[in-house]
Nanobody
Framework: QVQLVESGGGSVQAGGSLRLSCAPS????????MGWFRQAPGKEREGVAG????????YYADSVKGRFTISRDNGKSTFDLQMNTLTPEDTAIYYC???????????????????????WGQGAQVTVSS
């Protein structure tokens, strides 16, 4: 099974930035759809961003558009999530994920999108203070 190892996370003040990275155990996963989800206390797991390398198209939740950017680092065989202008509402455990097939906006924006992803990272805590 493909393993996803996350790095990054931490604590920042509102308005700050953080960058998360996810390293697949197998290079072939880089051709899959890759994404990020988050789960805050008392809330459901929600899609944050996703990208399908087959098309190069990225998808974002409305709440993070213009602030977060998902990208693929081919040189390091990782995919990253750059998070800018963070707010306390962004506080959550962030999980990277991979999907064997392609994806579209529904892979991130659907309320139960997490059910359709195949591989998951262990999670990284992101805490934003006011």
């Amino acid at each position: 099974q493909v393993q996803l190892v996350e790095s990054g996370g931490g604590s920042v003040q509102a308005g700050g930035s953080l960058r998360l990275s996810c390293a697949p155990s197998e290079y072939t996963v880089s051709s899959y759809c890759m994404g990020w989800f988050r789960q805050a206390p008392g809330k459901e797991r929600e899609g944050v961003a996703g990208i399908w390398t087959g098309s190069g198209v990225a998808y974002y939740a409305d709440s993070v558009k213009g602030r977060f950017t998902i990208s693929r680092d081919n040189g390091k065989s990782t995919f990253d999530l750059q998070m800018n202008t963070l707010t306390p509402e962004d506080t959550a455990i962030y999980y990277c994920a991979a999907r064997r097939l392609g994806c579209s906006s529904w892979s991130v924006r659907d309320p139960e999108a997490y059910r359709y992803w195949d591989y998951w990272g262990q999670g990284a805590q992101v805490t934003v203070s006011s």
